[in-house]
């Protein structure tokens, strides 16, 4: 299955600022989602990053607060706008390769903070 | 819309107590069902994909099943290292053949002692 790299790792930043989350990813993979985990909770889908369009995104999330590039296969950003307190969640990339049976892979996740 | 449901929200073993967590789905046909563990930091780590009611599969102390309309995780045995929430999710089956979106469930908190 593919490896994922997904950076920062965690960080702390001030509302109103925005955060970009880069997955890089060591394959050329079919599909990549962004998740959401709120503290406690379990994943929630943001969008499916799509190549060279616009991302999908799912019922409340929007393009002007998650802005996501797709540029290529292996590679894509997801940033938070404008962050408040309630944007502090774990972030994670998911992808499905090409050829892949058996499912999806994740990163490690990007831990943010909003003070 | 697709729901799952996972029980016990947690659960706490005696190290080589077996026990089985439950996901009860609702999906408008079902591609596949996931079971994933996570550590504390880090993100779900695959486990298993589950296609259609009567499969099973095992993964040393762990083994999957499923029904049309729930799956069951099966830790035989486990050891402190099998401490771990476990997710379960579930994808519909699209029109095209391609892969959409998992549903998440809320996840079982497993906590196994010596």
């Known amino acids: 299955s593919a490896v994922i790299s997904q950076k920062p790792s965690r960080d702390i930043c001030q509302r109103g600022t925005s955060l970009t989350i880069q997955c890089q990813v060591d394959?050329?993979?079919?599909?990549m989602f962004w998740y959401r985990q709120q503290p406690g909770q379990s994943l929630t889908l943001i969008a499916t990053?799509?190549?060279?369009?616009?991302?999908?995104?799912e019922s409340g999330f929007v393009i002007d607060k998650f802005p996501i590039s797709r540029p290529n296969l292996t590679f894509s950003t997801l940033t938070v706008s404008n962050m408040s307190p309630e944007d502090s969640s774990i972030y994670l990339c998911?992808?499905?390769?090409?050829?892949?049976?058996?499912?999806?892979?994740f990163g490690s996740g990007t831990r943010l903070t909003v003070v | 819309e697709d729901q799952v449901t996972q029980s016990p929200e947690a659960l706490r073993l005696q190290e080589g107590e077996s026990s089985s967590l439950n996901c009860s789905y609702t999906?408008?046909?079902?591609?596949?069902l996931f079971w994933y563990r996570q550590d504390p930091g880090k993100g779900p780590e695959f486990l298993f994909t589950?296609?259609?009611a009567g499969e099973e599969k095992e993964k040393e102390r762990l083994k999957a099943t499923l029904t049309k309309k729930e799956s069951f995780l099966h830790i035989t045995a486990p050891k402190p290292e099998d401490s771990a929430t476990y997710l379960c999710?579930?994808?519909?089956?699209?029109?095209?053949?391609?892969?959409?979106?998992?549903?998440f469930g809320a996840g079982t908190q497993v906590v196994v002692t010596p």
């Open positions: 998911s992808v499905v390769g090409q050829g892949d049976y058996y499912g999806y892979t």
């Open positions: 394959s050329q993979v079919t599909m």
């Open positions: 990053a799509n190549q060279g369009s616009e991302a999908t995104y």
């Open positions: 999906v408008s046909g079902l591609r596949g």
């Open positions: 589950l296609y259609s």
């Open positions: 999710a579930v994808q519909a089956r699209m029109t095209t053949d391609s892969w959409g979106k998992l549903q």
